[in-house]
């Protein structure tokens, strides 16, 4: 499943790298390997909340997730990178295995979004799949200049 194949990648991106390079920001100005992480999991963690919702509620109204002084974030930042990509996982595992279970109907469940009409387990699914692969790719860019990259 796609989700797991990216938490793969995630994780090859930080790899071999040690904790001070990870909280550098190769781009002034613009998030570090560190702060991509923290804000993966954490997205991970608003998203799978509107899962839930969206599965024991009929049609749950659903709010914008807002990055700029979101306070879980900042307080992800206080982990070491390591224990960031390890929360990560655990909780992507946890996740994937949660969607592996889910029915056709479940994956038809709609919740209320202010921004998406035709918003449903299905669509948050594919939402958080096309956002993490965009930090992928900035992860990827960002890692370049930090030495070789693992296969
Ligand atoms: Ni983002």
């Given amino acids: 499943m796609r989700l797991r194949d990216q938490a793969n990648e995630v994780a090859r991106l930080v790899s071999g790298l040690d904790e001070d390079v990870l909280a550098r920001r190769t781009v002034p ?13 954490r997205v991970q963690e608003v998203f799978e909340g ?9 049609d749950p109204p659903i709010g914008r997730y807002e990055p ?12 070491t990178a390591c224990e960031l990509l390890e929360g990560f996982r655990t909780e992507r595992e946890q996740l994937t295995t ?9 994956w038809h469940r709609a919740g209320a979004h202010p921004d998406f009409p035709h918003y449903d ?6 939402y958080m799949i096309w956002h993490e692969a ?16 693992p296969h």
């Fill in 50 to 58: 509107r899962i839930e919702a969206m599965l024991t509620h009929s």
């Fill in 98 to 106: 949660l969607l592996d279970s889910l029915s056709t109907g479940d």
């Fill in 134 to 149: 965009h930090h992928i790719y900035q992860m990827l860019q960002r890692r370049s200049p930090l030495g070789k990259i």
């Fill in 121 to 126: 387990v299905h669509f948050q699914i594919e």
């Fill in 29 to 41: 100005g613009k998030w570090s390997l560190k702060e991509l992480v923290a804000h993966l999991w």
């Fill in 68 to 79: 700029d002084g979101d306070p879980e974030f900042e307080e992800k930042l206080k982990s």
